[in-house]
């Protein structure tokens, strides 16, 4: 029996800029790659660049595997969930096996249809296996070395399979270990007993998502967009306040009706604390109307979306010892706590919404805690800090990452999320200056010792207890974000790189 029978529908079809053949399988955009080989009696030399991988839609380089199996084993079939889906190139190293994949892209003509692909190093052939595809293999002899390269990091935690025998795939399995001398297959207890296809609740799509993003000038904003390119997607809409006016209701209508987008990130509110005091009016349309908007346009067009609120909805009197869960009743003490809780009940008549109450945010592309206290740190030796404030910073990159997670999942509600562990504002700033070697003298204070001889009526309350439960979040299945010293050091660390900022900032 011939083997090449179960590569299903090949046609050859050289691309110009490979050096290589580039040959089509029976399934959208899968291709097999048949490299030219440059040798004498000595050997040959083959290579495949990051460029020609490019034209195949591999987006970049992440990770490259190698695993050894006995004759018969089968590994499969396996697939990453989004937003960490992999495409992957694979070939044989030494032996054979039969790779085989599976299309699970819903909106693909070819949904549920396999392919198989008998790998050597005599053929030389390497099999490029798009994302969105359950991929696995079948090693046709002993140490039978399998390599791949892949262009997403391994997240053993989004793992998910499809069974391997599953009836509506319909891979001919008998007659593949008859063909190939195959008495009995080798497979781990969790390949036996992985789930049919179609009761997979993953949702894999040929065409690329849509993405939206207010507020992409801020910490959070511009964070969020650098996630989504890392995780390789491209199409994004990330707007600042010059390009969609959020208080609009016409404007944001208009450019998501156009847009059309599978996912928004709000990120765009009213953020000075105490000015919110002076102009509430002005605060309301920002953190209310204009959440309203992009709530009424999110629902226009189906999409998701995701809102980033506050610990400020609390009124932090709970003892210090204790923690606000999800279902503690709001009781917001300022006007910006105030107007981003109306934000959240906005936000709630999308069906499909997440609501992510967060604190103490810190990012590259903005000012915030860390960037003041370095600066001031230059300018005095010793300086006032309050310690009755109680809560837990957040890192813009470890919070975009959870949220494009998020973002790819029907897990929908509201969620506490920052970084792991609480400290004072005082005890922050001690720190910053002990990882930084700052000899500035940080002398704790009270909330009334800090703003003695002020005026009051201009400055916002400030809850004493931020403290957020987070168990929510990792009941859902989502990863708690590192512990907030552990963000402060790779905050610090991105700093001194950014030259720019210190030559402007620390003269």
Same mark, same amino acid.
């Given at each position: 029996?011939?083997?090449?029978?179960?590569?299903?529908?090949?046609?050859?079809?050289?691309?110009?800029?490979?050096?290589?053949?580039?040959?089509?399988?029976?399934?959208?955009?899968?291709?097999?790659?048949?490299?030219?080989?440059?040798?004498?009696?000595?050997?040959?030399?083959?290579?495949?660049?990051?460029?020609?991988?490019?034209?195949?839609?591999?987006?970049?380089?992440?990770?490259?595997?190698?695993?050894?199996?006995?004759?018969?084993?089968?590994?499969?079939?396996?697939?990453?969930?989004?937003?960490?889906?992999?495409?992957?190139?694979?070939?044989?190293?030494?032996?054979?096996?039969?790779?085989?994949?599976?299309?699970?892209?819903?909106?693909?003509?070819?949904?549920?249809?396999?392919?198989?692909?008998?790998?050597?190093?005599?053929?030389?052939?390497?099999?490029?296996?798009?994302?969105?595809? =359950?991929?696995?293999?079948?090693?046709?002899?002993?140490?039978?070395?399998?390599?791949?390269?892949?262009?997403?990091?391994?997240?053993?935690?989004?793992?998910?399979?499809?069974?391997?025998?599953?009836? =509506?795939?319909?891979?001919?399995?008998?007659?593949?270990?008859?063909?190939?001398?195959?008495?009995?297959?080798?497979?781990?207890?969790?390949?036996?007993?992985?789930?049919?296809?179609?009761?997979?609740?993953?949702?894999?799509?040929?065409?690329?998502?849509?993405?939206?993003?207010?507020?992409?000038?801020?910490?959070?904003?511009?964070?969020?967009?650098?996630?989504?390119?890392?995780?390789?997607?491209?199409?994004?809409? =990330?707007?600042?306040?010059?390009?969609?006016?959020?208080?609009?209701?016409?404007?944001?209508?208009?450019?998501?009706?156009?847009?059309?987008?599978?996912?928004?990130?709000?990120?765009?509110?009213?953020?000075?604390?105490?000015?919110?005091?002076?102009?509430?009016?002005?605060?309301?349309?920002?953190?209310?109307?204009?959440?309203?908007?992009?709530?009424?346009?999110?629902?226009?067009?189906? =999409?998701?979306?995701?809102?980033?609120?506050?610990?400020?909805?609390?009124?932090?009197?709970?003892?210090?010892?204790?923690?606000?869960?999800?279902?503690?009743?709001?009781?917001?003490?300022?006007?910006?706590?105030?107007?981003?809780?109306?934000?959240?009940?906005?936000?709630?008549?999308?069906?499909?919404?997440?609501?992510?109450?967060?604190?103490?945010?810190?990012?590259?592309?903005?000012?915030?805690?860390?960037?003041?206290?370095?600066?001031?740190?230059?300018?005095?030796?010793?300086?006032?800090?309050?310690?009755?404030?109680?809560?837990?910073?957040?890192?813009?990159?470890?919070?975009?990452?959870?949220?494009?997670?998020?973002?790819?999942?029907?897990?929908?509600?509201?969620?506490?999320?920052?970084?792991?562990?609480?400290?004072?504002?005082?005890?922050?700033?001690?720190?910053?200056?002990?990882?930084?070697?700052?000899?500035?003298?940080?002398?704790?204070?009270?909330?009334?010792?800090?703003?003695?001889?002020?005026?009051?009526?201009?400055?916002?309350?400030?809850?004493?207890?931020?403290?957020?439960?987070?168990?929510?979040?990792?009941?859902?299945?989502?990863?708690?974000?590192?512990?907030?010293?552990?963000?402060?050091?790779?905050?610090?660390?991105?700093?001194?790189?950014?030259?720019?900022?210190?030559?402007?900032?620390?003269?």
């Amino acid at each position: 029996m011939d083997p090449k029978q179960f590569e299903k529908g090949r046609i050859e079809e050289k691309c110009i800029d490979f050096k290589s053949n580039i040959i089509k399988t029976n399934l959208e955009d899968c291709y097999i790659i048949e490299e030219n080989r440059f040798g004498d009696d000595r050997g040959y030399f083959t290579s495949v660049t990051s460029k020609q991988l490019k034209e195949l839609d591999f987006k970049k380089w992440s990770q490259k595997s190698e695993s050894m199996s006995a004759k018969g084993t089968i590994r499969g079939l396996h697939f990453q969930k989004d937003p960490y889906c992999q495409a992957k190139v694979v070939s044989c190293t030494k032996g054979a096996v039969l790779d085989i994949v599976v299309d699970m892209r819903k909106d693909s003509k070819t949904y549920g249809q396999y392919t198989a692909v008998e790998l050597t190093p005599e053929n030389g052939r390497m099999l490029y296996v798009p994302r969105g595809y =359950a991929h696995g293999f079948l090693a046709l002899t002993d140490d039978a070395t399998f390599n791949y390269m892949v262009d997403n990091e391994y997240a053993p935690r989004l793992e998910g399979g499809v069974l391997w025998n599953d009836p =509506a795939i319909n891979i001919p399995w008998d007659e593949i270990f008859k063909a190939y001398g195959i008495e009995k297959p080798l497979l781990s207890d969790k390949d036996k007993n992985r789930i049919p296809l179609s009761e997979s609740e993953v949702n894999f799509l040929r065409r690329p998502k849509k993405y939206l993003v207010t507020g992409v000038n801020g910490q959070l904003g511009y964070d969020i967009v650098k996630e989504l390119n890392e995780r390789g997607e491209e199409d994004i809409l =990330a707007l600042d306040k010059n390009q969609m006016d959020i208080t609009d209701k016409e404007q944001v209508m208009k450019i998501i009706k156009a847009y059309k987008p599978d996912v928004i990130f709000h990120c765009a509110a009213w953020t000075a604390v105490d000015k919110a005091e002076e102009l509430k009016d002005a605060c309301e349309q920002v953190n209310v109307i204009g959440t309203k908007n992009i709530t009424d346009a999110s629902i226009e067009v189906g =999409a998701k979306l995701i809102y980033m609120s506050t610990d400020y909805v609390f009124d932090g009197q709970k003892n210090k010892e204790e923690t606000y869960n999800e279902k503690d009743l709001p009781n917001p003490k300022n006007v910006y706590g105030k107007t981003k809780f109306e934000g959240e009940e906005e936000v709630r008549r999308n069906p499909n919404h997440f609501i992510t109450r967060i604190s103490w945010v810190f990012g590259i592309n903005g000012n915030n805690f860390i960037k003041t206290m370095l600066k001031l740190a230059d300018k005095y030796d010793e300086l006032k800090v309050v310690n009755d404030q109680i809560g837990s910073p957040t890192y813009t990159v470890d919070l975009a990452k959870l949220l494009v997670e998020m973002a790819e999942t029907d897990k929908y509600g509201t969620y506490h999320v920052n970084n792991e562990g609480y400290c004072s504002w005082a005890e922050f700033a001690q720190y910053i200056m002990d990882i930084n070697d700052k000899k500035t003298v940080i002398n704790p204070v009270t909330t009334e010792e800090y703003y003695d001889g002020k005026d009051m009526s201009k400055i916002a309350y400030r809850p004493r207890n931020s403290k957020l439960d987070k168990t929510k979040l990792e009941e859902a299945g989502f990863k708690r974000l590192p512990s907030w010293q552990d963000a402060t050091d790779r905050y610090c660390k991105q700093l001194t790189k950014s030259k720019k900022w210190w030559l402007e900032n620390l003269k």
